[in-house]
């Protein structure tokens, strides 16, 4: 059974920076892609930045430059490395595999303050 648990958001000032982890189970992971989605207050859910099986990165305009995902494969864990926050970054945050598969972690909300 996959799962996934996700960790690391918080509230914090915009302009600052906040490290969110994502712990895979049940799924064979180094050969998987894997995603970081969000879903702000009242919208849809969007993919903001996905790292292949061997590590390729891509990111959607709004984050480029700002955050960055990597994994360890060994931990089957994915990371996403968020700068120079802004409040139009405050989401849940969740991840998941690229296209989606199974259901959903309860996500991480990451708060910005103006």
């Known amino acids: 059974q996959v799962q996934l648990v996700e960790s690391g958001g918080g509230l914090v000032q915009a302009g600052g920076s906040l490290r969110l982890s994502c712990a895979a189970s049940?799924?064979?992971?180094?050969?998987?892609?894997m995603g970081w989605y969000r879903q702000p207050p009242g919208k849809q859910r969007e993919l903001v930045a996905l790292?292949?099986?061997?590590?390729?990165?891509d990111y959607a305009d709004s984050v480029k430059g700002r955050f960055t995902i990597s994994r360890d494969n060994a931990k089957k864990t994915v990371y996403l490395q968020m700068n120079s926050l802004k409040p139009d970054d405050t989401a849940v945050y969740y991840c998941?595999?690229?296209?989606?598969?199974?259901?959903w972690g309860q996500g991480t909300q990451v708060t910005v303050s103006s």
């Open positions: 049940g799924i064979i992971f180094s050969s998987l892609t």
């Open positions: 998941n595999q690229v296209p989606t598969r199974g259901s």
């Open positions: 790292i292949t099986s061997r590590s390729s990165t």
